[in-house]
């Protein structure tokens, strides 16, 4: 079965760096795109951005680039996402996906998703 | 930007009722569009991908329909289980974005 688990939550003073790891088990991880995406307590979902199969590529929502960094380790069968400069706002609850799709350029989606790892950036 | 609205935000249901969620796109992506359904403290769970396409395991209670810029979510007859915010999401292009969630509450 299908298995992500996120991990390296915590609190963080504004300003501060923060590295989510999310390690992956049951399916062939080199295989596939891996997403982020936040969840801001009791707000709606925000995608954070995605990473190729086997890292070469990277996008990430206009509001987070330069800020966040996406990478992978295939040999670990683990994602990561370095979190710099964080403010308030980027307090949330975060999770990685695994990203599925029939072939590259079609339909895609998120299956399955890690539980989550709660960051909270205050003084 | 794609911009998803979703209506209504939140409503009450039954047991028992037919309930339809809608999903508008601010432009057209054909079917490239997801369903979550996502319960309190809990991650995301897919529901319909490809606007219409049931995933395994989920309940055939549940379908979704449209394309281009309006789709649907509806639930045929809701289970106890079933109450839970639900949310819509566009994978056409990025950024890949989100709807702001529809809570189904128990009436």
């Known amino acids: 079965e299908a298995q992500l688990v996120e991990s390296g939550g915590g609190l963080v003073q504004p300003g501060g760096s923060l590295r989510l790891s999310c390690l992956a088990s049951?399916?062939?991880?080199?295989?596939?795109?891996m997403t982020w995406v936040r969840q801001a307590p009791g707000k709606g979902l925000e995608w954070v951005g995605n990473i190729k199969e086997d890292g070469s590529q990277t996008r990430y929502v206009d509001s987070l680039k330069g800020r966040f960094t996406i990478s992978r380790d295939n040999a670990k069968n683990s994602l990561y996402l370095q979190m710099n400069s964080l403010g308030p706002d980027d307090t949330a609850v975060y999770y990685c996906a695994t990203v599925r799709e029939f072939h590259s350029g079609s339909v895609n989606w998120f299956d399955p998703w890690g539980q989550g790892t709660l960051v909270t950036v205050s003084s | 930007d794609i911009q998803m609205t979703q209506s209504p935000s939140s409503l009450s249901a039954s047991a028992g009722d037919r309930v339809t969620i809608t999903c508008r796109a601010s432009e057209t992506i054909g079917n490239f569009l997801n369903w979550y359904q996502q319960k309190p403290g809990k991650a995301p769970k897919l529901l319909i991908y490809g606007a219409s396409s049931l995933q395994s395991g989920v309940p055939s209670r549940f379908s979704g329909s449209g394309s281009g810029t309006d789709f649907t979510l509806t639930i045929s007859s809701l289970r106890p289980e079933d109450f839970a915010t639900y949310y819509c999401q566009q994978c056409y292009s990025t950024p890949l974005t989100f709807g702001g969630g529809t809570k189904v509450e128990i009436k």
């Open positions: 049951g399916f062939r991880f080199s295989n596939y795109w």
